[in-house]
């Protein structure tokens, strides 16, 4: 049973930075061996969740426009763990942050949640002077 479990966030104050960690289990094989789509999401109350980040089996990554300088994405396969950074974080950056993975299929728009079948339990962000 593959399964995501995220570390990090918490309050952050503007222009602060921050890294969420996700690690994945449960695989048949090690990320060192075969690399999948991963992303980060994130979820404001009452609102649909959006793509923030992602990287792809090539490790092309991709940003939500808002986002573009300021996040990284990044994995350590070796430690079967993708990593968030956020940096300069805004205002408008704090929210709901989820992890996703699709180790067995295919993914077509990587900032799509629906493309993604397993996810992790949520980390909240918050900004805060």
């Not at 704090?94 to 299929?105: I, T």
């Amino acid at each position: 049973q593959v399964q995501l479990s995220q570390s990090g966030g918490g309050s952050v104050q503007p222009g602060g930075s921050l890294r969420l960690s996700c690690l994945v289990t449960g695989l048949t094989f090690s990320m060192d061996q075969v690399t999948f789509p991963m992303g980060w999401f994130r979820q404001y109350p009452g609102k649909e969740r959006e793509g923030v980040a992602s990287v792809e089996s090539n490790g092309e990554t991709r940003y939500l426009e808002s986002v573009k300088d300021r996040f990284v994405i990044s994995r350590d396969n070796a430690k079967n763990t993708l990593y968030l950074q956020l940096n300069n974080v805004k205002h408008e950056d704090a929210a709901f942050y989820y992890c996703a993975a699709d180790p067995y299929g295919v993914v077509i728009s990587p900032l799509s949640p629906g493309e993604y079948d397993y996810w992790g339990q949520g980390t909240q962000v918050t900004v805060s002077s």
